[in-house]
């Protein structure tokens, strides 16, 4: 059974850090592309960061760039998202997203999801 584990979330004032994990288990976790989305009350999901199976291609949304920094650990079978200067309208729950072999950008070609964790930005 594959399980995506997403830990880290959390209040923070603007301007702060925070550090999203998502632990994989039950898939190959090297073969698949792995990133992270949300979805504000009222808004659809949106791609935010990506991360090849290789460790070495990242993609990211134009609101979190310069800001927002995914990476992985295929050791831990784990993926990151360290997000600095954290805005207001940065607050939703974010989601880990993983598809097998390439990297996911979109709601429609993701094979899992995780359960989600709330990120609030206080102003």
């Known amino acids: 059974q594959v399980q995506l584990v997403e830990s880290g979330g959390g209040l923070v004032q603007a301007g702060g850090s925070l550090r999203l994990s998502c632990a994989a288990s039950?898939?190959?976790?090297?073969?698949?592309?792995m990133g992270w989305f949300r979805q504000a009350p009222g808004k659809e999901r949106e791609f935010v960061a990506a991360i090849s199976r290789s460790v070495g291609s990242t993609y990211y949304a134009d609101s979190v760039k310069g800001r927002f920094t995914i990476s992985r650990d295929n050791a831990k079978n784990t993926v990151y998202l360290q997000m600095n200067s954290l805005k207001p309208e940065d607050t939703a729950v974010y989601y880990c997203?993983?598809?097998?072999?390439?990297?996911?950008?979109?709601?429609?070609?993701?094979?899992?999801w995780g359960q989600g964790t709330q990120v609030t930005v206080s102003s």
């Open positions: 039950g898939l190959p976790f090297s073969r698949y592309g």
């Open positions: 997203a993983a598809r097998y072999m390439i990297v996911v950008t979109t709601t429609e070609t993701t094979d899992y």
